[in-house]
């Protein structure tokens, strides 16, 4: 089975930058569109950013869109989410997730297949 593991979380103050890091382990991550989401305390999973198996296609919530950025590296078998202008907002348990169906990466959680555990990310002075 997929297992994928991120990695990168941290304390930063707002206005700081974090790289997060979704690696996977015996599969090749190349078929998989990949996603980004968040959960904050008391709050829904949401939807961050996706990228498609090939990289060429690319989504983000419009919470994100210009802070954020995801990228992927298929040699290191590793996808990015790089985000700058952190804001207390942004603090949330950050996941990564996998899917080898479809055109294009979806935004809503329930279309994944293949979860990781997380990485907590917390913006504050």
């Known amino acids: 089975q997929l297992q994928l593991v991120e990695s990168g979380g941290g304390l930063v103050q707002p206005g700081g930058s974090l790289r997060l890091s979704c690696a996977a382990s015996?599969?090749?991550?190349?078929?998989?569109?990949i996603g980004w989401f968040r959960q904050a305390p008391g709050k829904e999973r949401e939807g961050v950013s996706c990228i498609n198996s090939s990289g060429v296609s690319t989504n983000y919530a419009d919470s994100v869109k210009g802070r954020f950025t995801i990228s992927r590296d298929n040699a290191k078998n590793t996808v990015y989410l790089q985000m700058n202008s952190l804001k207390p907002e942004d603090t949330a348990v950050y996941y990564c997730?996998?899917?080898?169906?479809?055109?294009?990466?979806?935004?809503?959680?329930?279309?994944?297949?293949?979860w990781g555990r997380g990485t907590q990310v917390s913006v504050s002075s």
């Open positions: 997730a996998a899917i080898s169906l479809g055109p294009m990466c979806p935004m809503t959680h329930e279309e994944y297949t293949y």
């Open positions: 015996k599969f090749d991550l190349n078929y998989y569109h």
